[in-house]
């Protein structure tokens, strides 16, 4: 699965799991570099999905109904 299909929660569940990998006494130094990269791109990609969510949010409470925010 793309990173860009997966929903927050999964992409917080594996940003852990690289941190825990990236704290292990086992990891090369290419491998910790790839686990980085790979980790900030998650947490680009969570960070956008928490901006969706305030938005809808806020345009909940904004109208007092739901609607598709863009």
Known sequence: MLNSEK??????????EELIKLNSENV???EAIE??????QKITLA????????????????D???QEFE
């Open 7 to 16: 929903n927050y929660d999964q992409l917080i569940k594996e940003i852990k």
């Open 28 to 30: 090369s130094m290419q």
């Open 35 to 40: 686990l980085f990269e790979e980790g900030m």
């Open 47 to 62: 960070k956008n999905q928490l901006e969706n969510y305030k938005g809808k949010i806020n345009k909940i409470l904004e």
């Open 64 to 66: 007092n109904s739901v």
